[in-house]
């Protein structure tokens, strides 16, 4: 596989969806790539899987406090500036409807919403949550905003049924985070 990945500043911005635990092998899959991956986090995320997890892959801090003050950096600007690309992984519909609306209201939106670098959303959800009508209609505004997608697969989701909504597998998520940095 060609490797744009090498010295590029990858975030991570983790949502809260039953899919996060594969976001830790995406993290050090990148890392073994030579990327520089930091993770930002929003408050559901973490209770999937710890900060600690992710600054332990990554090697790098893990945000999720707007209001820290414990850096002087302002944090949604200074990683929205660093970043390379912004993949959002597991995208939860919460998430994908709060960036088709503007909302800011956390570490994770506020960065989308202030860097101009790509931004790569993978889904992840119930089959039923994926298909609604109000997804569906956000999902085509953040392609009308030239957000790239890695669309869910089909298969056994968590909550026990057959559908549409399981992450992309992560080696399909990291060739498609390559692809858009050539
Ligand atoms: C066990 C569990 C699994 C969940 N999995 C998903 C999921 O895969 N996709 C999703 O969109 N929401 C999922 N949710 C709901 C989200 O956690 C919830 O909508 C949350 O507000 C998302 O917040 P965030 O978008 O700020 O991360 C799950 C909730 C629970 C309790």
């Keep these: 596989m060609p490797n744009n990945l090498k010295n590029k500043n990858i975030v991570l911005a983790v949502c809260g969806g039953i899919a996060v635990y594969k976001v830790?092998?995406?993290?050090?899959?990148?890392?073994?790539?030579?990327?520089?991956?930091?993770?930002?986090?929003?408050?559901?995320?973490?209770?999937?899987?710890?900060?600690?997890?992710?600054?332990?892959?990554?090697?790098?801090?893990?945000?999720?406090?707007?209001?820290?003050?414990?850096?002087?950096?302002?944090?949604?600007?200074s990683l929205a500036q660093k970043a390379d690309i912004v993949v959002v992984i597991p995208a939860t519909a919460n998430t994908i409807a709060k960036l088709a609306n503007g909302t800011a209201d956390n570490l994770v939106c506020s960065t989308i919403l202030a860097t101009k670098a790509k931004v790569l959303i993978c889904p992840a959800m119930n089959h039923n949550m994926f298909h609604h009508a109000a997804t569906e209609k956000n999902i085509k505004i953040l392609l009308d905003y030239n957000y790239k997608f890695v669309m869910p697969h089909k298969g056994k989701l968590a909550c026990g049924i057959t559908g549409d909504g399981c992450l992309a597998p992560v080696e399909t998520v990291l060739e498609q985070i390559d692809a858009e940095l050539k």
Excluded at 44 to 71: H, R
């Design 24 to 77: 830790c092998d995406l993290t050090r899959k990148l890392v073994a790539l030579n990327a520089n991956v930091t993770c930002v986090m929003t408050e559901s995320a973490k209770q999937f899987v710890t900060p600690l997890t992710f600054q332990t892959l990554s090697g790098n801090k893990v945000y999720s406090d707007m209001f820290d003050t414990s850096y002087w950096e302002i944090g949604h600007i």
